[in-house]
């Protein structure tokens, strides 16, 4: 079992449940992301965790294919709000088909997810499953209203943009490694340490993915999205906390800034060290996840557990 | 039991599993259809039809309220994707709260649908019923996909107009008998008979609406929305079909047009008859919805779901 393995099944399984073709438009919208390709890290941490408590990490294929369409169907709609035009390195849903299709097409996507969910064999296991992707779902609503208010303010503290991105973008991680613990049988301890894991696994990646933003290749979107979106990164935060001449701000959120005033700025992060300090705080929290692991037994989806957390705080793209 | 305390059992239902607060801006978007009133209707028939086959009705009301959230969930898109401005006699949550929260708004009831469905105690089925519900929702966007599809077309196949309602308002009503069926205990004969009765309810209010919308007092939104907005409906299918000169197709889909305009077109529907065909064709799955109760034993239940089929082709609003 290697995570390529994972990956091939996982990507199999999501041709195989998304096998609608009518009406054309809205599937070809639904199709338009998750047949894109994608990392899957989130489906790969759910089959991880279910092996790593015992099970068959097949077990966990419905569970980690409706996390992925709820991943996908969160970029489709995020991608309207934040009125981003590429994903993936391809033009964003709503670009291609229209706004009006693509909310259909990440309706559509959302409720897929839960049907496949529905899959799960043992009743008892896929009601509480169910329940949880509800209440994940809900909580990345909360952190995506909270992503884009945050927008129009110019200081937010530390505290709140780390219960944002918990909500936005660490629960579903920490639901991907807890159901998979779930669905494998594990036991209390086994299913709270998964959780932990996810969760600051879900941190670190988040934290790294703003770090990308300035210092990325190859990301699938243009460099300094985040600049242009106005959004209050950790690097904004320590940057605004630690700059006396707050200058570099009066291009921060501007959409047509030029690739001068955005290099500036990022050079300005450089300087002041805030993309350090966010990239310390990543590390900080792979390190956590790495930790949670602790309790878990030996294994090879142990040990890939943890490279998944340590490879969250190095990749470049 | 009447009807009333079946509805005040929702309504105050609905208050309490939308328990959250914050963050505010989102849950009054949230909160903004669903508490200002609405006859649900479906999570009426949800509760009959529980009630019908011999169970308590208050079995089926964590069911009937994620029908009433799913519902909400879609006009609050529908009216972002038709540019309906008014819902209910209120601004529309889009007009209120802007596209992006209303959006999220959307999205956030459909994911608390699912919540408050796990909470039906019968794992097996609560799975049942999670599919259900998810297909349902895949089914209704598929519908709406195909509403606005139709808009861009000059005539659309009474059949392809007949499916398109069926998907995208017919299956909520199916599912709501149904499902109330399954969840009260009813033997296969039952449920496939409240299913058919649900189904054949939905078809006739829809196309009741679509009446409304020429006919109706105090309907919530503007006379002539439909006109306005180029719907395909049953009454333009019939004046299309059966009109040699088309003259009054200029104004049909013209969003400016005018008062004048607007009663231009329905004077010329009902001299044509287009309504009155409409409104037979109603009144037709009304009935074939009373006779699909035939094999329900006789209770106060079923006379209300057949007193709901009769009002739904009698209704003025």
Same mark, same amino acid.
């Given at each position: ?7 091939? *099944?996982?990507? &199999?399984?999501?041709? +195989? !449940?998304?096998?609608?073709? /009518? ?29 790593? @408590? ?11 294919? *409706? ?25 964003? @849903? ?8 693509? %909310? ?11 049907? @496949? ?11 509480? %499953? ?15 209203? #909270?992503?884009?208010?945050?927008? $129009? ?20 991680? /920490?639901? *991907?490694? #807890? ?7 594990? +036991? ?50 320590? *940057?605004?906390? +630690? ?7 009066? +291009?921060?959120?501007? $959409?047509?800034?030029?690739?001068? $005033? ?14 350090? !300090?966010? &990239? ?19 294994? /090879?989806? &142990? ?15």
């Amino acid at each position: 079992m290697d995570t390529l393995e994972i990956k091939e *099944a996982i990507d &199999k399984a999501i041709e +195989n !449940y998304l096998y609608e073709k /009518e009406p054309i438009l809205l599937y070809d919208a639904v199709k338009h992301l998750p047949f894109a390709g994608g990392k899957r890290l989130r489906p790969i941490i759910a089959c991880l965790a279910c092996n790593a @408590v015992g099970s068959e990490f097949t077990k966990a294929i419905p569970f980690a294919v *409706a996390l992925e369409l709820i991943h996908t169907f969160t970029l489709v709609h995020d991608d309207i709000m934040d009125k981003d035009e590429e994903r993936r390195g391809m033009p964003a @849903v709503h670009k291609k088909f229209g706004e009006n299709i693509a %909310i259909l097409a990440g309706d559509a996507l959302f409720a897929k997810a839960f049907e @496949v969910a529905s899959y799960i064999k043992d009743a008892a296991i896929a009601k509480i %499953i169910l329940r949880n992707l509800a209440i994940m779902a809900k909580e990345i609503c909360e952190g995506q209203e #909270m992503d884009i208010r945050f927008e $129009e303010m110019e200081y937010v503290e530390e505290k709140m943009f780390l219960e944002m991105i918990e909500k936005k973008t660490a629960k579903m991680f /920490e639901h *991907a490694a #807890m159901g998979g613990a779930i669905i494998g049988g594990g +036991n209390e301890k086994e299913v709270k340490a998964l959780q932990e894991y996810g969760k600051s696994l879900g941190m670190a990646f988040q934290i790294w993915d703003d770090c990308l933003d300035v210092i990325g290749k190859d990301i699938g979107k243009p460099v300094g999205s985040d600049i242009r979106e106005g959004k209050k990164t950790l690097i904004y935060i320590y *940057a605004y906390k +630690n700059s006396e001449d707050r200058e570099w701000l009066k +291009n921060y959120g501007r $959409e047509d800034a030029s690739k001068e $005033e955005i290099d500036e700025i990022i050079k300005f992060f450089e300087e002041i060290r805030a993309i350090e !300090y966010a &990239k310390n705080k990543a590390i900080e929290f792979a390190a956590k996840a790495i930790k949670a692991l602790d309790v878990i037994r030996e294994s /090879e989806a &142990k040990e890939k557990l943890a490279e998944m957390a340590e490879f969250a705080v190095k990749r470049e793209k």
